[in-house]
């Protein structure tokens, strides 16, 4: 799977790498699954973006992160990290803001005001974006363990911005994240996570609050306490990623035909 993203070809010339925007709440691991991918790929453990662990997001700049192919080249795609979902309306991205990125009128460097949304009148907005510049695939990022506690603010938010994607035809998954601490069967052997009782009803927890169907549910681990590569990790983010991709792929073709 590592060599078919290495030597991936975008079928349309010229967008060079499909836009990943990741979403969710404060602490999913958003941050840390580019680390993860990073990791993947680079061959190293990988801690340069960094990972909320509180209740307030360690994202404050709209930022492009890319992935290292060779020591001179990066891999056809970009992470798009963004700030995390909060209950309220005085904390977290504004939903505003995030249907902007998907859109591409969101320049990097943007930084991120709960309070007040992009508008036309800001420098960071780009009026007129190419195809290059859209999201093409929305990719929520939620955490197993805390999909039943999450307050019902942030699900309509998140909703809001589904039926946006939906509306654009816009790809969008979601990355499972923190199946080890889920279920205990997992934790002991990652392989095992389709096996699960546990993982499938959160998959379907998931499925439920957010509108994604199964197939676009991914159960994912990120790299978080190890201290060396792990490919239990790596083939679950892997397989995931090989769908994502593709799937990036067709909206790219569909939309430039």
């Known amino acids: 799977m590592i060599r078919e993203l290495r030597d991936f070809n975008i079928r349309r010339e010229e967008v060079e790498q499909l836009n990943f925007l990741l979403y969710g709440p404060v602490g999913a691991g958003k941050s840390s699954v580019i680390n993860t991918i990073k990791t993947i790929f680079e061959r190293r453990l990988y801690i340069n973006c960094l990972a909320a662990e509180g209740s307030t997001s360690q994202t404050i700049y709209y930022k492009k992160c890319e992935v290292g192919n060779s020591k001179d080249g990066f891999l056809p795609f970009i992470f798009n990290d963004i700030m995390g979902v909060e209950e309220g309306d005085q904390s977290g991205v504004h939903t505003d803001d995030i249907i902007s990125a998907l859109k591409g009128h969101v320049k990097e460097g943007y930084p991120f005001n709960p309070n007040s949304p992009l508008t036309e009148l800001n420098h960071y907005y780009l009026k007129n974006p190419s195809i290059s510049d859209r999201i093409h695939c929305l990719v929520y990022v939620i955490q197993a363990d805390k999909i039943s506690m999450m307050d019902e603010d942030t699900i309509q938010k998140m909703q809001r911005v589904r ?95």
């Open 163 to 257: 039926e946006e994607a939906k509306r654009m035809a816009l790809p969008h998954v979601i990355l499972m994240t923190r199946v080890d601490t889920t279920c205990e069967m997992t934790k002991k052997d990652l392989r095992s996570v389709y096996k699960s009782k546990r993982i499938n009803k959160k998959m379907e927890e998931c499925r439920v609050a957010l509108g994604v169907q199964k197939s676009c549910i991914f159960p994912v681990k990120n790299y978080y306490e190890e201290k060396d590569i792990n490919e239990d990790i790596n083939c679950l983010m892997l397989d995931a990623l090989t769908k994502i991709v593709h799937w990036a792929d067709d909206y790219v073709a569909e939309y430039s035909s």
